[in-house]
């Protein structure tokens, strides 16, 4: 089966920047979603179709997909960023989603 | 405004069943396809299973294939969550969520706040 590959925890200073990442088999070949999850909340699409921001969503957050890793950039990290972080693609008709990266913003 | 609501979860005992239900509205219920997905308490996001616009095409993952059933009614705007044969392993927040397209198969906006699902002796 498919599987995607992301760091447990990263931290980032305030106003700065962080790149999160997804690693996958050819992964570039695949469209790659991302979604943001704050503690008792549901599931938010931040990113879809590897670099597509849905309305509403900052332009601070952006997304890149190429060979095999794809990554979720978010810059001048804000306070309201701190969240997990989950990366999704399909596979043979099968949902995937990555572990899960949970930011830190300090 | 777009709204998906579950309901159904409860606590069941290992092997017993469970249907979940998902009302759907702000949105024309059968232009979608929809998915089911899970989170154990303090775990990750595990897709469990999908439905296209009709109901004529359906997948599931490996772990709850043979067990588990979706399924959707387009005249009510719901989409249930039929589960048989419960492990313990079974026990998460039951999300439902919208695909982007009537197929489903891409991404997942909006998602549902989820319903607890325990399977415990």
């Known amino acids: 089966s498919y599987e995607l590959t992301q760091p447990l925890s990263l931290s980032v200073a305030l106003g700065q920047t962080a790149s999160i990442t997804c690693g996958g088999n050819?992964?570039?070949?695949?469209?790659v979603h991302w979604y943001q999850q704050k503690p008792g909340q549901a599931p938010v699409l931040v990113i879809y179709r590897d670099n597509n921001r849905p309305s509403g969503i900052p332009e601070r957050f952006s997304g890149s997909n190429s060979g095999n890793t794809a990554t979720l950039t978010i810059s001048r990290a804000q306070a309201g960023d701190e969240a997990d972080y989950y990366c999704q693609v399909w596979d043979r008709y099968t949902g995937v989603f990555g572990g899960g990266t949970k930011l830190a913003v300090l | 405004e777009v709204q998906l609501v579950e309901s159904g979860g409860g606590v069941v005992r290992p092997g017993g069943p469970l249907r979940l239900s998902c009302a759907a509205s702000?949105?024309?219920?059968?232009?979608?396809?929809m998915s089911w997905v899970r989170q154990a308490p303090g775990k990750g996001l595990e897709w469990v299973c999908g439905?296209?616009?009709?109901?004529?095409?359906?997948g599931y993952a490996d772990s709850v294939k043979g067990r588990f059933t979706i399924s959707r009614d387009n005249a009510k705007n719901f989409l249930y969550l039929h589960m048989y044969s419960l492990r313990v392993e079974d026990t998460a927040f039951y999300h439902c969520?919208?695909?982007?397209?009537?197929?489903?198969?891409?991404?997942?906006?909006?998602w549902g706040r989820g319903t607890l699902v325990t399977v415990s002796s």
């Open positions: 702000g949105f024309t219920f059968d232009d979608y396809g």
């Open positions: 050819n992964i570039g070949s695949k469209n």
């Open positions: 439905i296209n616009w009709n109901g004529d095409s359906t």
């Open positions: 969520a919208r695909g982007a397209s009537g197929a489903g198969m891409n991404w997942f906006d909006p």
